[in-house]
């Protein structure tokens, strides 16, 4: 009985980050697994949802201000009105066959429409949703977006698509570039911060500050240092080099992210090899030069191999949020030839309006992150410590 409470109030004491959990995690993984087998289109399921002013559509429609319209003449106006024009034409609702059949086939009120548009009743702004419902029996049911299972449909256009294996060949290429250089970088930052010098501090702080400013702060700095006329081509200017327009340029803008997110990330993976470099004990180093061993041999024989866990620890995270990339490449690249996936997932959903061909794309990138980091993981296994 006493574990029975003892669980029970452990899992009522978790639960707020359960439920946490649960909506903002586990639901939208599920509904983009569901989605990638769908045509679901953001701007279909919008439509329904914008905001009108009755009144004006009407008067639009038929060609007459209310103030110009007696009530012995609303018959003509009711004789004439063609709902399913109104819908399509005026109020610009693109309707599927099922939907064009429901209107069809309902009890249309229209003198209740013509009753209410003549007492000024339609003045306020509403939704189309809402105004089909008040006129259209069943309309609830009809006006409601349901996304349309389409298969294998979505992955097939994946195959096919060029942009998508740009995407991914970019990000792929991005991963196999920045982890091992931001590790080695990381790695030397944490053995420099380990130093027992003046000032050590401050390179710490000068070291780590980057990986928590922000990114659109850092972008914005960086497009200043890569723009055509900046600091950088400045500098190579002395030396007799052209101008280089780095982020305009198919060639030089994804190297030139690559620089910039090395650069923000190594401080924040130096923190951890710098723990494990603190956790190193002093006798080994003694122990080491004891036998004459020098700082390179040190370097591989003991820094690297005691290591082992910090290193596998910062190259999956670096895998992980390279084949992620996203805030950097939209902040500063302009062509198409130099996005990567998690990009072009963004562009198909919010821009394209195609979420279900994105949830595809992010369903192929969860897989790819996924097998990646598990061959990792499975080939280089973390040393217990005791």
């Not at 620890?313 to 690249?333: A, P």
């Not at 030839?337 to 794309?361: C, H, P, V, W």
Request: net charge positive; glycine share 4%.
């Amino acid at each position: 009985m006493k574990n029975y409470k003892e669980n029970f109030y452990g899992y009522l004491f978790i639960s707020p980050v359960i439920i946490l959990l649960i909506t903002f995690m586990l639901y939208p993984i599920m509904m983009t697994f569901i989605y990638s087998f769908t045509d679901y289109n953001s701007t279909k399921n919008k439509q329904f949802e914008m905001p009108i002013i009755p009144e004006d559509s009407i008067q639009f429609y038929i060609g007459e201000f209310i103030d110009d319209i007696k009530k012995e003449n609303l018959n003509n106006y009711i004789d004439s009105f063609n709902m399913l024009d109104f819908i399509q034409n005026e109020l610009g609702i693109k309707l599927n066959d099922k939907q064009i059949k429901i209107i069809k086939n309902s009890k249309i009120n229209i003198e209740k429409l013509f009753e209410d548009f003549y007492n000024r009743e339609l003045s306020s702004q509403t939704t189309v949703k809402k105004f089909l419902n008040n006129y259209i029996n069943g309309a609830s049911s009809a006006f409601k977006y349901k996304p349309k299972f389409i298969g294998l449909d979505n992955y097939i256009q994946a195959y096919n698509d060029e942009y998508f294996w740009i995407a991914l060949g970019n990000a792929l290429l991005f991963c196999l570039i920045v982890v091992p250089i931001q590790t080695f970088l990381a790695l030397l930052l944490a053995i420099a911060s380990n130093q027992k010098i003046h000032g050590i501090n401050f390179f710490k702080a000068s070291f780590f500050i980057p990986s928590i400013t922000s990114s659109a702060a850092i972008s914005m700095i960086f497009s200043l240092i890569y723009f055509k006329a900046g600091i950088l081509n400045r500098m190579l200017g002395i030396f007799g080099i052209p101008q280089i327009d780095w982020l305009n340029n198919p060639t030089t803008a994804l190297g030139a992210i690559m620089a910039m997110n090395i650069w923000t990330t190594a401080g924040y993976f130096m923190i951890t090899y710098l723990a494990g470099l603190q956790n190193i004990p002093n006798e080994l180093y003694e122990a080491a030069k004891i036998d004459g061993a020098k700082n390179t041999t040190m370097f591989f024989k003991i820094i690297i191999p005691l290591l082992k866990n910090q290193s596998i620890y910062v190259i999956t995270i670096g895998i992980i949020s390279t084949l992620q990339v996203f805030d950097q490449i939209y902040m500063l690249i302009k062509n198409l030839r130099n996005i990567t996936l998690s990009f072009y997932i963004y562009k198909n959903a919010f821009e394209y309006g195609q979420m279900g061909y994105a949830s595809t794309l992010g369903v192929i990138l969860f897989f790819i992150v996924l097998i990646i980091t598990s061959i990792f993981k499975k080939t280089f296994k973390e040393e217990s410590v005791i």
